[in-house]
């Protein structure tokens, strides 16, 4: 079956920008989803078709990709940032979806 | 606006069928590329995809659990269900249903209900 791989965590200082990676062998031609979680809510949408805002996400959230890894990079990292985040995409079928294993941000 | 909410047993025993619906509304599910899915997270841990189904009643599964899993709509009274046979303790976690919207081939969900904790336990 197919996976996609985040760090457990990542740990930034507040404004510096931090960057969540995602490893999946059908991402050069299937675009990353990213979703913010923070503790006892729903999924939040902030990156959809690899680098596009939905309304109301701040500018600094950003999605890139590169060959098999995308990326989910926030500028000026702030506390509130502080979630789980996980990457989402599909197989080279097209035919079931998958999230990575979340990736933890810590801001401190 | 769009609004999602799911309902169904808090506690189900082992080895019996759980049945969630999600009751929708601020969008129609006749809609063409629109589409209701079920996503659930253990306590703990990650998001994991379930299933699917679409404007056109097409239905997806996750691979790991396609033989016990049964999404159906009913348009009429906007609602999603969804069946898992033969429940066992780790089907215990926040199951989630949410709008789903097509964009180059990926089906993606824009809109999330709050979830609803469904414990498996004898």
């Known amino acids: 079956s197919y996976e996609l791989t985040q760090p457990p965590s990542v740990s930034v200082s507040p404004g510096q920008t931090a960057r969540i990676t995602c490893s999946g062998h059908?991402?050069?031609?299937?675009?990353a989803y990213w979703y913010q979680q923070k503790s006892g809510q729903a999924p939040v949408l902030v990156i959809y078709e690899g680098s596009k805002r939905p309304s109301g996400i701040p500018e600094r959230f950003s999605g890139s990709n590169s060959g098999t890894i995308a990326t989910l990079s926030i500028s000026g990292a702030r506390v509130e940032d502080e979630a789980d985040y996980y990457c989402?995409?599909?197989?080279?079928?097209?035919?079931?979806?998958?999230f990575g294993g979340g990736t933890k941000l810590t801001v401190l | 606006q769009i609004t999602l909410k799911e309902s169904g047993p808090t506690l189900v025993k082992p080895t019996q069928t759980l049945t969630l619906t999600c009751t929708f509304s601020?969008?129609?599910?006749?809609?063409?590329?629109?589409?209701v899915g079920w996503i659930r997270q253990p306590p703990g841990k990650a998001l994991e995809w379930l299933a699917l189904?679409?404007?056109?009643?097409?239905?997806r599964y996750s691979p790991s659990l396609k033989t016990r899993l049964t999404i159906t709509k009913d348009t009429s009274k906007n609602q999603v269900v969804l069946r898992m046979t033969n429940v066992d303790p780790v089907d215990t976690a926040t199951y989630y249903c949410?709008?789903?919207?097509?964009?180059?081939?990926?089906?993606?969900?824009?809109?999330w209900g709050q979830g609803t904790l469904v414990t498996v336990s004898s």
């Open positions: 059908a991402l050069p031609k299937k675009n």
């Open positions: 189904i679409y404007w056109d009643d097409d239905k």
């Open positions: 601020g969008f129609s599910l006749s809609t063409s590329e629109v589409g």
């Open positions: 949410a709008h789903s919207r097509a964009a180059a081939g990926i089906s993606y969900f824009d809109y």
């Open positions: 989402y995409s599909t197989d080279s079928s097209g035919n079931y979806w998958v």
